[in-house]
């Protein structure tokens, strides 16, 4: 009886347990003081909230606009060699950015319809970031998914 109990409940609890919370972020800054404010910070106090409810917070960024430059291998081999306080801040930078992807678990979603424009191959970006067909499908998807959607301009 207790074990039938003891299954029950087990059962119960499995069945009223929340779904974690989704968020998108729709990336599209280059303001390198926005991205650190909205993504950088912002993450890891909401990851941190969530855990403080027994939650996870699954979040994605889809990297599109003027966001690209934050997610280069180098930047003094693209468009944005000209931006001082990015390069200068840069080797911190990508540290920060890739520890939000291995400690944090965020993904990274990066439009390739805008790649081109900048002057962007597979090669120039950072290798945990995934390259999608577009951002608006990203969007799409992650959306049709549950996520929240917050807008980072």
């Not at 409940?9 to 800054?29: M, P």
């Not at 855990?51 to 081999?77: C, S, W």
Request: aromatic share 10%.
């Amino acid at each position: 009886m207790k074990v039938i109990f003891f299954i029950l409940i087990s059962l119960f609890t499995l069945l009223s347990a929340e779904e974690s919370a989704k968020v998108v972020y729709d990336l599209t800054t280059k303001d390198l003081q926005i991205f650190e404010r909205k993504i950088l910070k912002a993450i890891v106090a909401n990851k941190h909230h969530y855990e403080g409810k027994l939650k996870e917070l699954d979040v994605t960024v889809v990297i599109h606009g003027g966001a690209y430059r934050f997610f280069t291998q180098n930047p003094m081999k693209t468009e944005y060699k000209s931006d001082k306080t990015l390069v200068t801040s840069y080797s911190e930078l990508k540290k920060r950015i890739r520890t939000m992807h291995s400690m944090y678990d965020v993904e990274f979603l990066m439009c390739g319809a805008g790649m081109v424009k900048h002057g962007l191959k597979a090669k120039d970006i950072v290798d945990y970031v995934t390259i999608i067909p577009n951002s608006t499908i990203g969007l799409i998807d992650r959306q049709n998914e549950g996520y929240a959607y917050i807008p980072v301009n």
